[in-house]
């Protein structure tokens, strides 16, 4: 079975993700920024099956390189950056926090390239690996909307790294597609979005259980369909 690290665990589609995958009798490491407050994720390690509960700031590259020492020599079939932030609420053209913009970048553009080259190795020494980024269709090119410039830009870009990861990774046999999970109720979806964590995370775990190097490169939504770039 395999052996899942997932970012941004301790609530929303994270935490619904670890649980799919430990139901599944994956082993998985659940990494967040501050354990000792993820109450949710504690819990679980009361189950037969606990998750690894990891202290993981995905911004900061000595603690991305800490976990990764950490876990040097094992193998990890599936990386999921999925910790991300919505940008705040200053990001129209009548007010724009700029601080807030580059804060968003570093989390949801630039910390999953972090993540996922610093584990590599570890991804190498998988037979299926896989490197699975929650992105969102607002950061397609071909949908036409308008506000949210700091998050929509943010997921177009890390669209992008994802799309050049594929292609420089693909001889290693790696898997590389950025998701968009879907209109999610949680606290950046809100709770009039349209679907469940529950329902997005068993549609992603669905997805990338079945993902081949023929899917390599491209942006998928939850549900499994191919999504516009």
Same mark, same amino acid.
């Given at each position: 079975?395999?052996?899942?690290?997932?970012?941004?665990?301790?609530?929303?589609?994270?935490?619904?993700?670890?649980?799919?995958?430990?139901?599944?009798?994956?082993? =998985?490491? +659940?990494?967040?920024? /501050?354990?000792?407050? +993820?109450?949710?994720?504690?819990?679980?390690?009361?189950?037969?099956?606990?998750? %690894?509960?990891?202290?993981? /700031? =995905?911004?900061?590259?000595?603690?991305?390189?800490? @976990? +990764? %020492?950490?876990? /040097?020599?094992?193998? @990890? &079939?599936?990386?999921?950056?999925?910790?991300?932030? $919505?940008?705040?609420?200053?990001?129209?053209?009548?007010? $724009?926090?700029?601080?807030?913009?580059?804060?968003?970048?570093?989390?949801?553009?630039?910390?999953?390239?972090?993540? %996922?080259? *610093?584990?590599?190795?570890? #991804?190498? $020494?998988?037979?299926?690996?896989?490197?699975?980024?929650?992105?969102?269709?607002?950061?397609? #090119?071909?949908?036409?909307?308008?506000?949210?410039?700091?998050?929509?830009?943010?997921?177009?870009?890390?669209?992008?790294?994802?799309?050049?990861? *594929? #292609?420089? @990774?693909?001889?290693?046999?790696?898997? =590389?597609?950025?998701? !968009?999970?879907?209109?999610?109720?949680?606290?950046?979806?809100?709770?009039? +979005? &349209?679907?469940?964590?529950?329902?997005?995370?068993?549609?992603?775990?669905?997805?990338?259980?079945?993902?081949?190097?023929?899917?390599?490169?491209?942006?998928?939504?939850?549900?499994?369909?191919? !999504? &516009?770039?």
């Amino acid at each position: 079975m395999d052996t899942v690290l997932i970012t941004g665990a301790n609530r929303g589609i994270g935490f619904e993700l670890t649980r799919q995958y430990l139901n599944a009798g994956a082993q =998985v490491i +659940a990494a967040c920024r /501050d354990p000792n407050k +993820a109450d949710a994720l504690q819990q679980l390690t009361s189950q037969a099956r606990p998750p %690894s509960v990891e202290q993981l /700031d =995905v911004t900061k590259q000595d603690s991305v390189d800490a @976990l +990764a %020492s950490k876990l /040097d020599g094992t193998p @990890l &079939d599936v990386v999921i950056n999925n910790a991300g932030i $919505m940008g705040g609420n200053r990001q129209s053209l009548d007010t $724009m926090d700029y601080d807030a913009w580059a804060d968003t970048f570093s989390v949801n553009t630039i910390a999953p390239f972090r993540v %996922s080259t *610093a584990f590599l190795p570890n #991804l190498k $020494m998988a037979d299926r690996p896989r490197i699975i980024t929650i992105s969102s269709q607002m950061g397609s #090119l071909n949908r036409q909307s308008t506000g949210a410039y700091i998050y929509r830009s943010s997921k177009a870009a890390v669209n992008k790294v994802m799309q050049v990861m *594929a #292609l420089e @990774l693909k001889n290693y046999g790696i898997i =590389v597609c950025p998701v !968009h999970p879907g209109w999610v109720r949680t606290d950046m979806g809100g709770p009039t +979005a &349209d679907i469940s964590p529950q329902e997005s995370a068993k549609g992603l775990f669905d997805l990338i259980s079945e993902l081949t190097i023929k899917d390599t490169g491209k942006f998928f939504s939850w549900n499994g369909e191919e !999504h &516009d770039w």
